[in-house]
């Protein structure tokens, strides 16, 4: 089976190279000021029906065109209007770079988003796209938006709370999710307190969140995938920003390394000092230890250099460093390290309709969790991945393949409830290969592909498949579905309610049978999904969705919880579903932006000795988003977040007991010996928590000085009526610890 897939995928490659009909125009489009490439803006030819959009990285390709002589135009909203001339001959490819110019007469209403555009040319079922404009709507702490705060709006996704940033997306666990960072993996894109990510707002070009239902492209995970691409750096110039604020600083310089304008760089360094300052603020400990602040610490990393060719073929070279630490004293102390060294390509061949896009990285992650009286917990994964993809176009259609390797070793030590020992020690590899097609008609646009993944424990051929119809100008409906597998599980304990420590183990060679005593006939975690929707224009300000959604994981490996002993079966086979409903209304115009989302959900999971709902099953969640700008030149802004969301399952204590563990043998006095407290646990999960809400506002002013010199001030206050969320609850003291209160912050930041 597999080499007749790479038979087809060589046969489609070499096909593609000899065949051209026609002219092809192909080319990038990129902001005149900063040499960025400039997405979903609009290419087509005067006086004719030919164009097509430019994709994430800025390129168009125009293809079946009868040789002639034509006016090229790109249009785009808030730039002006640019076009060229241009000739083709038969059978010519022609590669056409251009620059488009911000227009300096803003427009008053929004006519088409670039959203909008993605909306009508791709199915796009279950997925989201986030750009810096949206990141910036969000309210944000001391002046700097971060895209943790974005994802927690985005419909389907559940956050634990103000602490712990594990991301739950439409009833997957955190390592259900892949991250990736310009092709390359990453294991922990949130920092313990859940209000900052890893990566840097203003290096980021685009996100693209699929929660599901996503093409055959993707693969290696059964719940969702983040693909986040940084932007290249300035090539016209040297600039930068430097921010600081109640809680933190960065610095962010770019520029290019030639006067020719053909490779440039972009840095970026964070930091923050939140458990220094925030002892200033809270003259009280905020938990059950001494310190008077937070008790979180990071520091992120990031570095690119790009070089570009004429004909807009690059290289893209980066590297990263994130730490994060949370030390409470003489409670426990958890840290985890990445880094990351990685390059990308894109190769346009002078004399072939298809481009050639490719990627090698390296990274490791390590975590570790030492608590008072109890034995270090430590996790680690290390390894590359490395990709080449191949797109044809053709007028109404294009077709993608590719294949992706991923080799990686895991070292893990952990102890379940009963201070049970569980490591591994393992060296993995996964190979895979796809193929996705996507035509494109006047009412339909049809995604079938076809994936296949190679792991060292089996084989798992994935069909996809998605469709969208476009009933009339307004309405739209969609329809995702497929099969998904990974390798990889986490260790986290479905006890807690929040989990810092959450280790990374590769899917083991022995597991239980079924429970009718027959052996699994795959040993690969496996999900089936299963999504529809509508998206309806309501006029040009309002946009309407909503997607029913469902999630059939008919194959998980989880951690034996009931473990007592080394004769126990370390790993249990599950089974679960996720389903729900999401709606999202955007209302948008030149002053105004609002975002409202309501999701409904359940999510069970079954072990075979019991149905239960895991910890981050919220049956209820709504977000509220704000956005205003204000002031004669529109320099004031004010943007205010809302977040309802019913309470998370946890399992509640049924009494205590005394613990004598017998450590002298036969000779231990059981009479008189003090034993350790003992908890007896009730039924799992079966209690929920309370209501979580919390409300976010902020308030900021910009002052130009000149085209490329600005400065920004924000007020900001998180939790600003000081609800009392709980975090976690102490057993033993039998006490209640709250989340984050009230926090206010203001921030400076200066662009030039």
Not at 8 to 35: C, E, H, M, W
Not at 90 to 96: G, P, V
Not at 517 to 541: C, F, M, P, R, W
């Amino acid at each position: 089976m597999m080499k007749k897939f790479f038979f087809f995928l060589l046969i489609t490659f070499f096909s593609t190279i000899s065949y051209s009909q026609n002219a092809t125009i192909r080319g990038f489009v990129y902001d005149k000021s900063t040499g960025e490439p400039i997405m979903f803006c609009n290419v087509f030819l005067q006086g004719t029906t030919i164009g097509a959009p430019t994709d994430v990285n800025g390129m168009y390709n125009i293809s079946k065109v009868a040789a002639g002589e034509y006016n090229l135009v790109v249009t785009y909203l808030g730039y002006d209007t640019t076009q060229v001339k241009i000739i083709l001959n038969d059978n010519q490819i022609l590669t056409k770079n251009l620059e488009i110019q911000e227009s300096s007469i803003k427009l008053n209403e929004v006519k088409i988003s670039a959203e909008r555009e993605a909306m009508r040319t791709e199915v796009n079922a279950a997925a989201i796209k986030i750009t810096k404009k949206e990141l910036e709507m969000v309210p944000t702490i001391g002046g700097d938006p971060d895209l943790a705060q974005y994802i927690q709006i985005i419909p389907g996704v559940v956050f634990t709370g103000d602490q712990g940033g594990q991301l739950y997306i439409r009833g997957g666990s955190p390592i259900q999710n892949k991250v990736l960072l310009d092709g390359m993996i990453i294991y922990s894109p949130f920092h313990s307190i859940g209000l900052f990510s890893v990566f840097d707002t203003d290096i980021i070009r685009n996100t693209d969140v699929f929660t599901g239902g996503f093409n055959a492209e993707y693969g290696g995970r059964i719940s969702s995938i983040m693909d986040i691409k940084t932007k290249d750096g300035n090539k016209k110039r040297f600039g930068g920003k430097i921010t600081s604020n109640t809680f933190g600083s960065k610095l962010l310089l770019e520029g290019p390394l030639s006067k020719n304008q053909k490779s440039s760089f972009v840095f970026s360094g964070k930091t923050s000092y939140l458990d220094k300052t925030s002892e200033l603020i809270y003259q009280e400990p905020l938990f059950d230890f001494d310190n008077k602040g937070l008790p979180y610490s990071y520091t992120d990393l990031y570095t690119k250099l790009s070089l570009h060719g004429s004909n807009g073929s690059k290289l893209n070279l980066f590297g990263f460093n994130f730490q994060d630490l949370v030390d409470y004293e003489n409670i426990s102390k958890l840290k985890w390290t990445s880094n990351g060294i990685g390059s990308e390509f894109i190769l346009i061949p002078g004399s072939s309709p298809v481009l050639i896009e490719g990627n090698f990285a390296y990274s490791s992650y390590k975590i570790s969790l030492d608590e008072e009286a109890s034995p270090i917990r430590e996790s680690g994964i290390s390894g590359f991945n490395m990709g080449f993809d191949f797109s044809y176009f053709k007028p109404k259609s294009k077709i993608k393949y590719g294949f992706d390797v991923h080799g990686y070793s895991t070292d893990f030590l952990t102890y379940n409830s009963v201070n049970t020992p569980i490591t591994q020690n393992e060296n993995t590899s996964e190979f895979s290969a796809y193929v996705n097609y996507q035509y494109t008609s006047t009412r339909l646009i049809v995604e079938p592909g076809f994936r296949i993944q190679k792991y060292t424990l089996g084989l798992s051929p994935e069909p996809r498949l998605g469709l969208k119809y476009i009933v009339n100008e307004k309405l739209r409906t969609k329809i995702a579905s497929g099969f998904y597998s990974q390798n990889i599980l986490s260790t986290s304990s479905d006890r807690d309610v929040v989990n810092l420590f959450s280790g990374i183990i590769s899917s083991p060679e022995e597991i239980p049978t079924q429970p009718n005593g027959e052996d699994y006939t795959s040993k690969i975690q496996k999900a089936k999904h299963l999504i529809a929707g509508i998206e309806y224009d309501v006029n040009n300000k309002i946009d309407f969705q909503v997607e029913a959604y469902i999630k059939d994981f008919n194959q998980l490996t989880n951690i034996n919880r009931n473990m007592t002993s080394n004769s126990d079966e370390t790993f249990i086979i599950e089974t679960g579903t996720a389903r729900g409903i999401d709606v999202l209304t955007k209302y948008n115009t030149k002053k105004l932006y609002v975002w409202l989302v309501y999701s409904l959900g359940e999510v069970i999971r079954d072990d075979g000795f019991r149905e239960y709902s895991p910890h981050f099953d919220r049956r209820h969640n709504v977000n509220f988003v704000t956005s205003y700008k204000f002031g004669k030149k529109q320099d004031w802004k004010f943007d205010a977040r809302w977040n309802l969301g019913s309470g998370f399952p946890f399992t509640q204590t049924q009494g205590f007991y005394e613990n004598i563990t017998f450590s002298n043998g036969i000779n231990t006095d059981y009479t008189s010996s003090n034993g350790e407290l003992g908890i007896q646990y009730a039924e799992l999960n079966q209690g929920r928590l309370p209501y979580y809400h919390r409300l976010d506002l902020s308030i900021s002013k910009d002052f130009r000085f000149n085209n490329n010199t600005d400065l920004n001030i924000t007020g900001s206050v998180t939790n600003a009526y000081n609800r009392e969320n709980i975090f976690y609850f102490n057993r033993v003291k039998y006490e209640r610890v709250n989340q984050l209160p009230l926090m206010p912050s203001i921030g400076i930041s200066l662009s030039f």
